[in-house]
C-alpha cells in the first residue's frame, strides 16, 4: 500500500512537468490559413511568400484555404468559432475587419472582439488612376472638373464596400465634390473599360492597373499613401498635394481567434516577422507594390482601432447602406 501511494505521488508530480513540455511544441502539425476571397487575389501573394519561410523555419506547411464570399465574412467568422490554439488563421484585410462593422447592420461575428492581431504583413497604397485621354492631369484639375459638372465623371469601384469604394468617398469627402460611383465586380473587370474611357477613373492597387501602365493607355494621378510609393516614384501623393487624410490602404495581416494563448501569438508573430525580412520575400512583395510593415501584436492592433474608427466616420457621413 505504501508502495502505491509513493507511485501515485510521483505520478502527479511528474505530470505537470510533461504537459508543460508538451506545450511548448507548436506547432506540430500544419497550420490552416484562411483567405477570404477567392484564388488569385491581391492576398495570396504575401500568404504563400510568408508561408515558405514560415515551412522551412518551423518544418510545418501553412496551408492557404481560400474562402470567398460575402465580402470576406464567412471566412472570418470560421476563423472567430475555430479553436483558439494557432492551427486556425485568417489573413485578414480592411473588408472584413475595420469596414464590416461599420457597413453591416448585423454581423455574424466582432471582428473587431473575436479576432485578435498578430503580424501586419504589408499596406498596398491605393492610387487614382485615369484613362491616359482623361482630360484632368492633376487633383485640382479633376476638382475643378468636378465642381463643375457635379455628379458627371464616372469612377469605377471594385466591388462595393471595398477600399476602393470608401477611398473614393473619403477623397468626395475631403474634396468636397461630387463623382459618380460606378460598381464593378473586381479591379480586374473594371481596368478594361477604364483604358477604354467608357468610366474614365479608379482608385485600386498598382499591381492591378500595372499592365495597362505599363502599355500607357492608364496613368496614375495621386498615391493614397504618407509617402511615394517604390513602384511610382514619380507620382505626388494627397498629402503633398494639400489633402490631408488619404491615406488609405489595403492592410493585410495575420490574425487568430479570441482566447489564442499569448506565447503562441509570439511565436507566430516572431516566425511571421522573421519571413517578412528574408530578402526574397521582400523582392516578391515589392514588385507587386506592397509596402511591408511587420509590425507585431500591439502596434497592429492600434492601426486596426484607428482604420475602423475612420472608415466608420466615412460611412456615416456618406450615408452609405448595404443590407
Given amino acids: 500500500m505504501r508502495i502505491e501511494v509513493i507511485l501515485a505521488a510521483l505520478a502527479l508530480a511528474a505530470a505537470p512537468t510533461f504537459a508543460t513540455a508538451a506545450e511548448t511544441v507548436f506547432p506540430d502539425r500544419p497550420i490552416r490559413m484562411l483567405v477570404p476571397y477567392p484564388a488569385g487575389g491581391s492576398l495570396d501573394l504575401p500568404g504563400r511568400a510568408v508561408g515558405i519561410k514560415f515551412s522551412e523555419a518551423t518544418g510545418q506547411q501553412l496551408v492557404l484555404d481560400n474562402r470567398g464570399g460575402a465580402g470576406g465574412l464567412i471566412a472570418g467568422e470560421i476563423v472567430a468559432r475555430a479553436t483558439p490554439d494557432g492551427y486556425t488563421l485568417i489573413l485578414a484585410s480592411n473588408g472584413q475587419v475595420s469596414i464590416a462593422p461599420a457597413l453591416y447592420p448585423k454581423l455574424p461575428y466582432d471582428p473587431t472582439k473575436e479576432l485578435v492581431p498578430i503580424t501586419h504583413f504589408v499596406d498596398t497604397p491605393m492610387v487614382l488612376f485615369a484613362n491616359a485621354a482623361f482630360p484632368a492631369q492633376s487633383v485640382k484639375d479633376l476638382i475643378t472638373m468636378a465642381k463643375a459638372d457635379p455628379g458627371k465623371y464616372g469612377v469605377a469601384l471594385a466591388g462595393v464596400g471595398g477600399v476602393s469604394h470608401l477611398t473614393l468617398e473619403l477623397f468626395k469627402i475631403r474634396a468636397n465634390i461630387?463623382?459618380?460611383?460606378?460598381?464593378?465586380?473586381?479591379?480586374?473587370?473594371?481596368?478594361?473599360?477604364?483604358?477604354?474611357?467608357?468610366?474614365?477613373?479608379?482608385?485600386?492597387?498598382?499591381?492591378?492597373?500595372?499592365?495597362?501602365?505599363?502599355?500607357?493607355?492608364?496613368?496614375?494621378?495621386?498615391?493614397?499613401?504618407?509617402?511615394?510609393?517604390?513602384?511610382?516614384?514619380?507620382?505626388?501623393?494627397?498629402?503633398?498635394?494639400?489633402?490631408?487624410?488619404?491615406?488609405?490602404?489595403?492592410?493585410?495581416?495575420?490574425?487568430?481567434?479570441?482566447?489564442?494563448?499569448?506565447?503562441?501569438?509570439?511565436?507566430?508573430?516572431?516566425?511571421?516577422?522573421?519571413?517578412?525580412?528574408?530578402?526574397?520575400?521582400?523582392?516578391?512583395?515589392a514588385a507587386q507594390s506592397a509596402d511591408i510593415v511587420a509590425d507585431g501584436p500591439r502596434e497592429f492592433g492600434e492601426m486596426i482601432r484607428r482604420d475602423t474608427a475612420r472608415w466608420r466616420e466615412v460611412v456615416k457621413t456618406a450615408n452609405i447602406k448595404i443590407d
Fill in 178 to 285: 461630387n463623382l459618380l460611383p460606378v460598381p464593378y465586380r473586381g479591379a480586374g473587370a473594371a481596368m478594361g473599360d477604364i483604358a477604354g474611357g467608357t468610366v474614365p477613373m479608379i482608385f485600386t492597387g498598382v499591381a492591378a492597373a500595372k499592365p495597362l501602365l505599363d502599355t500607357a493607355r492608364v496613368r496614375a494621378i495621386a498615391v493614397c499613401s504618407r509617402k511615394r510609393t517604390g513602384s511610382l516614384p514619380n507620382v505626388p501623393t494627397f498629402e503633398e498635394l494639400g489633402y490631408s487624410g488619404m491615406d488609405a490602404p489595403l492592410w493585410i495581416g495575420m490574425m487568430a481567434p479570441k482566447g489564442t494563448p499569448e506565447r503562441i501569438i509570439a511565436k507566430l508573430d516572431a516566425e511571421f516577422r522573421k519571413a517578412l525580412a528574408s530578402p526574397d520575400v521582400r523582392e516578391r512583395l
